[in-house]
């Protein structure tokens, strides 16, 4: 197994694990129950054949392909955070970093279809006013100390050192994966949103 599939297998392995388990409401409850399921999914996901011999992991590869550096590098960092039981504990990403996220997603994705006329995906090519764009946005991001500044600073580095397979810079920030579990975070929340309204009708 060479280290970009090695990679690519823990970044898939993190990211669906941890949807899963936040999916599952489990952390509200007990954190035993979270890790040992955590773990659990880990092998599972990995080890237990579904279709013809392979795994979810290999299958869904297979469909979405490798998983960015920026993903690998959340998914870790958000880990890292639930180990941190201070009273300060703040989410990796706050709501508007999700949100412009989410926006990016659809914009690259909708484009990447044809949905919309511009190639925003063939900017990754080394285009300078990407570089710049990016550049920029990770400048700021750091000068807030917004961890997501340093996400993308990791992710830049990574297309530097070509430490995936792709010579696109979006392949780097950004994939299909990231996307998904973006969208279903959006739909929890505004779940979370109306029912709060809900309630405070009800009084």
């Given amino acids: 197994m060479s280290s970009i599939e090695f990679i690519q297998r823990v970044i898939y392995s993190l990211a669906i694990a941890l949807l899963l388990v936040y999916s599952s ?3 509200k409850r007990s954190l035993f129950l979270s890790c040992l399921a955590f773990c659990l999914l880990i092998l599972g996901i990995n080890f237990i054949p579904l279709y013809r011999g392979s795994s979810l992991i290999e299958l869904l590869r297979g469909v979405t392909g490798d ?22 504990r703040k989410a990796v990403l706050s709501r508007y970093e999700r949100l412009f996220l989410l926006l990016i997603g659809c914009i690259l994705y909708l484009s990447t279809f044809s949905f919309i006329s511009f190639d925003v995906y063939h900017l990754g090519y080394l285009s300078v006013s990407m570089l710049i764009v990016v550049a920029l946005i990770i400048f700021a991001l750091i000068l807030y100390n917004r961890r997501m500044g340093y996400v993308w600073l990791l992710a830049l580095l990574g297309f530097y050192f070509q430490l995936q397979s792709s010579n696109n810079l979006w392949d780097y920030l950004y994939d299909p994966l990231l996307w998904l579990v973006l969208i279903a975070d959006t739909i929890l929340w505004l779940n979370h949103l109306l029912i709060r ?7």
Avoid: C, T
């Fill in 67 to 88: 998983v960015s550096i920026a993903s690998g590098a959340l998914m870790l960092a958000i880990i890292a955070n639930q180990f941190d039981f201070s009273e300060q």
């Fill in 197 to 203: 309204r809900d309630r405070k009708h009800e009084y």
């Fill in 25 to 27: 409401g489990l952390p």
